[in-house]
C-alpha cells in the first residue's frame, strides 16, 4: 500500500515537474505562429529561425564566455581565501568570513542595481565585463562556502609534509592543495557555472547590446509572440543536457561501480 | 566556425578589460546605435540597410518615452546616435539638449500624410527635431466572433460589465489615460491634475472588469490566446501582426475617438556618426523602408509616408482606406509635464494594486 | 615559515575575495543607501523616497503582496517536496537514486525566462491544462488559471519543489537508520518517531532550502512579472518599474533597501541553520 501511494505521488511531482519542459519542446515543432494547441508540426521553421539569427547565437555564445570566465575567477579567488582562512591565524576570521558570504543573503536584483548605481555613478560604461563583475559577486561567495567546508585538516598535514621537503608555497598550492580539494573546486565551478548561465537581472541592468541569452530571449518575448522562443528554450536544454553528462563522467568516473 | 567566433570574442573581451577604463569602445565608424521600439529590431527592417551601408545596427529597445530617455541618461554622451520617440515628446528630449537639427531637404516631408506631420510637435523653434514615420490608434482592439462589434463603437464598453473578465487592458498609462478621459468628455490635450480623481475612477472601474493588463507582446499572446476578448489601448498594432492566424481579430475607433499613437525619428546631437544616422532616418522613411516598418514582426502601424511599398493584402489589414475618417475623430496622447506625469503614473500604479 | 611571513601569505589569499566582496559587493550598497536619500524630483537630503513607499499604500502593498506570495511559495515547496524527498532517499533503491535525482534536476537546464513563458502557455485557457480537464469531464469551461497570483505560486513552486527537494534529500541521506530503528525500539510509533526524531534531525535541510526559496523568491522579476499579468505588483516588479517608467534610482534604490531589510530579518530568524562548518 506505502509503495503504491510512494510511487504515485513521486509520479504526480516527477509530472508537475516535466510539464512546462515537454510542453516547450512540444510546441517548438508548431508549424503556425501560435505555440498553442493544436499541435500543428512537426515542422523545424523555428529552429531555422533561430539559427539564423545573429543576436540569439551571439548571447548563446556571450553567455558561455561570460559563465566559464566568471566561474574560474569566482573558484579561483574562493579557493585562495578559503584556504588562507583555513590555515593562517586571521585576525577578525569569523567577520571577514561573515563578509564573503554575506552576498548569499543579498536579492540578485539589489546586486544588480547596486553595481549599477555605482558604475554609473563612476562612469563606467554597461558591458558584458560589468555584467561578469556581477556574476563573480553572486558566485564567490558560494564557491568559498563549497571549498572552506571542505578543508579539512588532514590536507594541511600534506601541506606541511610537502613544505617539510622544501615545495615553495605557490607549489604547496598548486601541486598539493588543489588536487586535493579537486572535487569541491569543480562542484564550485560547475555550480557557477549554472547560476550565471541562468542569470537574468543582473545581466539585464549591466548589459548594453552585447548580451546574454536568458536576456536576448527576454528581448525575443517582447518582441512577438511565436515559437521560437521555444526552439531556442529546447536549444539550451540540449546544450545543458550534453554538459551535465560531461560533469557525470568527469566527476564521477573515479567512483567505484 | 562556432569555436572561431568563440575565440574572437575571448580576445576581443580580454582587450576590452583593457579598454575599460578608455572611451567606449562601441561606436565604432560601422555601427550606428538606435534606442527604439520593438518594431525595428525587426531583421528583415535592419538588414537591407546593414547590408547596403557595410554596417551593424545596434538597437536597445523601450517601452514609453520614460524609460527611453531614463536609458539616455545612464549613458555616455555619443552613445546613442537615433532614437525613436513619440512625437508628443520630441519636445521632451530638445528640452534636454540631445537632439540635432534634421536637414529638410533631405527628408520626403512632402510625401508624408498631411494630417500626420505634426509640425506642431516635430518643429521647435523654427527648426526640426523630429519626423514621424509610423502612427495608429490606442483604441479598442477585439475578436469579433466572441464579442458583439456594435458595442465597440462606444467608449461606454471601457466601465461597462458586460464583458468582465474577458478584458485586458495594455500596460502604458498615457494612452490609456487618453482613452479614460475621452471616454468622460475630456480632451486629452487638456489634461490637468483635477482631471485625475475622474479618470481614476474610470481606470478602477476598468480594472474590476480586466483579467490582465498586459504589455505588447503579452497582449497578442492574450488575444492570441483567447485570454481576452478586448484589448483596452489596442488597435491595429496588435490585431494586425496576428491577423493572418486569426481574421477575428479587429479593432475599431469609437464615435468618441480614439488616442492617436505616433512615433518619430530624431538624431543625437551627440551622435559620432550624423552621416549614418541621417542614412538611416532616410532609409526608414524611403518606400521601401516604410513598407517594412509597417509590417514588422513586433507590431504593424501605419506608415507616415504614403507612397511606402505596401501591397494591397497588406493595405486592408491595415485600413488604409478608413484612415482619413478615423483622423478626424483621433486626439493625440496626453502630454504632461514632468509633476503630472509623476502622478499619472501613481494613478496608474495605485490601478495595478487594485483588486 | 616564520609568523610574519605566514601572516602575509594569509592575507595574500585571502585579500582578493575580501576586495571584491568590498568594491564590488559592500561599496555598491553604500552607494545605493546614498542615491536613496536624494529625490529624483531634486530638493537635496530627503527622506521622501521612504516616506513615500510607508504613505502611499500602492507601494506599500507590494511589500504586503510579495511576503504573501513568498511564504506561500515557501510553505508549499516544502510540504511537496519532503514527502518527495523521502520517497527518493528510503523508497527508491540506491542505485536507482541518483537517476532519480537527475531526472528531477533535469527540466531546469531549460532556460528559466522560457520555463515562466511557457507555464504561462501551459496555463492558458487555451492551454494543456484547461484541455485535460475538459477532455477528462472534470471542467465544464476553461477556468481563469495565467495572469494570476495562482500562476505566480504556480511558477515559483515549480522551481523551489526541485531546490527543496535537494536540500531535504542531502539531510535525510546524512541520517543514521539507527536513530529509527532506536526510536521504535523506544516504542514510539512511525508518527512520533517522526515529530520527535526525524524532523528535528532534518530541520536543518528544511531551513537551508526555505531560506534560498524565500531569498531567491522575493528579489524574482520574471515570474510575477510573466504570469501575474499586472493584476498585482510585487517589489521587484515596483523596483523596477522606478527605473524602467522613468529613470528614477532614487526611488529604485530606497525600495530595493526596505527589501533588503526584510530579507535581513529572515535570515536572522534562520541564522541558527545556516552556518557554514569545516569539515
Known amino acids: 500500500m506505502a509503495r503504491i501511494v510512494s510511487t504515485l505521488y513521486a509520479a504526480a511531482v516527477y509530472g508537475f515537474i516535466f510539464l512546462p519542459v515537454i510542453v516547450l519542446v512540444l510546441f517548438s515543432f508548431q508549424a503556425t505562429l501560435f505555440p498553442i494547441p493544436p499541435f500543428t508540426g512537426p515542422s523545424l521553421r523555428w529552429y531555422e529561425a533561430v539559427l539564423r539569427d545573429a543576436r540569439l547565437t551571439d548571447g548563446l555564445l556571450n553567455s558561455m564566455l561570460v559563465a566559464v570566465a566568471t566561474s574560474a575567477l569566482a573558484t579561483l579567488l574562493g579557493f585562495l581565501s578559503a584556504w588562507g582562512f583555513a590555515r593562517f591565524h586571521m585576525p577578525a576570521s569569523a567577520l571577514m568570513r561573515g563578509l564573503i558570504t554575506l552576498p548569499l543573503t543579498v536579492s540578485y536584483l539589489i546586486i544588480g542595481m547596486g553595481l549599477l548605481i555605482l558604475f554609473n555613478w563612476i562612469g563606467i560604461p554597461k558591458s558584458l565585463i560589468t555584467a561578469g563583475i556581477g556574476h563573480v559577486v553572486i558566485n564567490l561567495p558560494l564557491c568559498f562556502a563549497i571549498i572552506y567546508s571542505q578543508m579539512g585538516d588532514h590536507q594541511a598535514n600534506v601541506e606541511r609534509a610537502a613544505r617539510d621537503l622544501g615545495a615553495k608555497e605557490w607549489q604547496v598550492l598548486l601541486l598539493v592543495t588543489a588536487p586535493m580539494l579537486w572535487p569541491a573546486l569543480f562542484a564550485s565551478f560547475f555550480l557557477s557555472m549554472t547560476f550565471s548561465w541562468d542569470e537574468f537581472v543582473i545581466a539585464f541592468l549591466l548589459t548594453r547590446f552585447d548580451t546574454t541569452l536568458p536576456v536576448e530571449i527576454w528581448n525575443l518575448l517582447r518582441a512577438g509572440l511565436n515559437p521560437k522562443t521555444n526552439a531556442v528554450g529546447s536549444l539550451v536544454f540540449g546544450v545543458s543536457i550534453v554538459l551535465a553528462i560531461v560533469f557525470e563522467l568527469v566527476a564521477f568516473r573515479k567512483r567505484p561501480a | ?355 | 615559515m616564520s609568523a610574519g611571513r605566514q601572516s602575509l601569505a594569509g592575507w595574500a589569499s585571502v585579500s582578493p575575495a575580501l576586495l571584491w566582496t568590498l568594491v564590488f559587493f559592500a561599496a555598491p550598497f553604500a552607494a545605493m543607501a546614498a542615491v536613496s536619500l536624494f529625490p529624483k524630483d531634486g530638493g537635496g537630503f530627503s527622506l521622501a523616497n521612504y516616506t513615500q513607499f510607508f504613505a502611499n499604500p500602492s507601494y506599500w502593498r507590494a511589500l504586503t503582496n510579495s511576503l504573501e506570495v513568498t511564504l506561500i511559495v515557501t510553505a508549499v515547496s516544502i510540504l511537496l517536496a519532503y514527502p518527495f524527498a523521502w520517497i527518493l532517499a528510503f523508497v527508491v533503491p540506491e542505485r536507482w537514486q541518483r537517476l532519480a535525482l537527475m531526472l528531477a534536476v533535469l527540466p531546469f537546464w531549460t532556460s528559466y525566462v522560457v520555463r515562466s513563458y511557457s507555464w504561462l502557455l501551459v496555463l492558458a485557457e487555451k492551454g494543456a491544462v484547461n484541455n485535460a480537464l475538459i477532455h477528462l469531464g472534470l471542467l465544464a469551461e476553461p477556468i481563469q488559471l495565467a495572469n494570476t497570483r495562482a500562476a505566480t505560486v504556480i511558477g515559483f513552486v515549480h522551481f523551489f519543489v526541485m531546490l527543496l527537494t535537494l536540500t531535504i534529500f542531502a539531510n535525510l541521506k546524512q541520517l543514521s537508520p539507527n536513530y529509527r530503528k532506536a526510536a521504535a525500539d523506544l516504542g514510539a510509533g512511525p508518527i512520533r518517531s517522526f515529530i520527535h526524531v526525524i524532523l528535528p534531525l532534518t530541520m536543518p535541510g528544511i531551513m537551508v532550502g526555505a531560506f534560498l526559496t524565500f531569498v531567491l523568491a522575493i528579489g524574482d522579476y520574471i515570474t510575477p512579472q510573466i504570469l501575474g499579468g499586472n493584476n498585482e505588483l510585487l517589489m521587484p516588479q515596483l523596483i523596477m518599474m522606478q527605473i524602467g517608467r522613468r529613470g528614477d534610482f532614487a526611488s529604485a534604490s530606497a525600495l530595493s533597501i526596505i527589501l533588503m531589510a526584510v530579507v535581513t530579518v529572515a535570515y536572522l530568524l534562520c541564522a541558527r541553520w545556516l552556518k557554514i562548518e569545516r569539515a
Request: proline letters at 5%; a negative charge.
Open chain 2, 1 to 355: 566556425m562556432l569555436s572561431f567566433r568563440l575565440g574572437r570574442r575571448l580576445a576581443g573581451a580580454s582587450f576590452g578589460i583593457l579598454a575599460l577604463y578608455g572611451a567606449s569602445a562601441a561606436n565604432a565608424a560601422d555601427e550606428l546605435n538606435a534606442l527604439v521600439w520593438c518594431d525595428h529590431s525587426d531583421p528583415n527592417l535592419l538588414a537591407p540597410f546593414e547590408e547596403a551601408n557595410g554596417v551593424k545596427v545596434n538597437v536597445k529597445e523601450f517601452e514609453g518615452t520614460g524609460a527611453g530617455l531614463a536609458i539616455v541618461e545612464q549613458s555616455q554622451p555619443g552613445d546613442w546616435d537615433v532614437m525613436v520617440i513619440d512625437s508628443i515628446d520630441v519636445r521632451r528630449g530638445v528640452d534636454r539638449g540631445l537632439f540635432a537639427e534634421l536637414p529638410e531637404d533631405k527628408l520626403p516631408l512632402g510625401d508624408l500624410f498631411p494630417e500626420v506631420r505634426m509640425d506642431d510637435m516635430t518643429v521647435i523653434g523654427g527648426k526640426r527635431y523630429g519626423i514621424t514615420e509610423k502612427f495608429g490608434y490606442n483604441t479598442i482592439g477585439f475578436n469579433k466572433s466572441k464579442v458583439d462589434a456594435a458595442d465597440m463603437q462606444s467608449l461606454s464598453i471601457l466601465t461597462n460589465d458586460k464583458y468582465k473578465g474577458r478584458v485586458a487592458i495594455y500596460d502604458y498609462y498615457l494612452p490609456v489615460i487618453g482613452l479614460a478621459a475621452m471616454s468622460i468628455g475630456k480632451k486629452t490635450a487638456d489634461l490637468t491634475e483635477a482631471d485625475l480623481p475622474a479618470i481614476k475612477e474610470v481606470l478602477l472601474k476598468m480594472k474590476a472588469n480586466a483579467k490582465a493588463v498586459t504589455d505588447v507582446v503579452s497582449s497578442q499572446t492574450a488575444l492570441a490566446t483567447g485570454e481576452a476578448d478586448i484589448l483596452v489601448g489596442g488597435g491595429e498594432w496588435v490585431s494586425a501582426v496576428i491577423a493572418k492566424e486569426n481574421p477575428d481579430l479587429d479593432f475599431s475607433v469609437p464615435d468618441e475617438g480614439a488616442v492617436l499613437w505616433s512615433q518619430s525619428l530624431a538624431m543625437f546631437k551627440d551622435s559620432k556618426n550624423p552621416d549614418l544616422a541621417l542614412r538611416f532616418i532616410q532609409y526608414v522613411l524611403s518606400p521601401e523602408g516604410q513598407a517594412r516598418l509597417a509590417t514588422s514582426s513586433c507590431y504593424w502601424g501605419m506608415p507616415a509616408n504614403a507612397k511606402a511599398a505596401l501591397n494591397d493584402e497588406q493595405k486592408a489589414i491595415l485600413r488604409f482606406a478608413e484612415q482619413p475618417e478615423f483622423l478626424k475623430r483621433a486626439q493625440p496622447y496626453p502630454a504632461p509635464s514632468e509633476e503630472l506625469d509623476k502622478k499619472m503614473q501613481d494613478v496608474w500604479t495605485e490601478m495595478l494594486q487594485a483588486q
